[in-house]
């Protein structure tokens, strides 16, 4: 089997299992809400073609569907997570530049380059989450204060796990 599906299917796994065991209990100030999985969908490749990426997404958050007792949220919004990387990833990570990268990080990407991506696609993932949860808009405003603390509180996590996990030689 191919190295790099190899350490997708573990990275799948590694975030799956801290999401389900750990992150799902972790509410903090009762507003932010991480979900270190969306990472997966993040990390994939830059040349992973659109049918398959839409599909990997939505099936990472059936998982986490199943796993966290939902009604398919997670699965809406990483399909829109996996719709507008399709759209922004090549801009954001690489400039527009037709360079493919094998899994996005810190070590493979400028830094500032990969936050501006950590930030907008998990703050379109939040937003969508929790305005499915909401399902209206009142309380519009808590659910912006939810996205935005929960967005950073990923994005976080996302360094931390990048900084534990990845080692520059294997990206």
Known sequence: MNNLLLRNIGRFCLLMFLQVVVLNHVYLGGYAMPMLYVLFILMLPTDMKRIPLLLTA????????????????????????????????NRI????EPVVINTPSFYSVTPQYFISYLLLMLGAFYFVFFLLELFGFRGFGSMLLATILSTLTTTLLAVLYQYIFLKKENV
């Not at 990472?60 to 990833?89: E, K, P």
Request: aromatic share 8%.
């Open 58 to 89: 939505f099936a990472t958050g059936l998982v986490a569907d199943m796993m966290s007792n939902m009604l398919g949220f997670h699965a809406m919004a990483c399909t829109v997570v996996a719709m507008l990387r399709i759209l922004f990833a």
């Open 93 to 96: 990570l690489t400039r527009g």
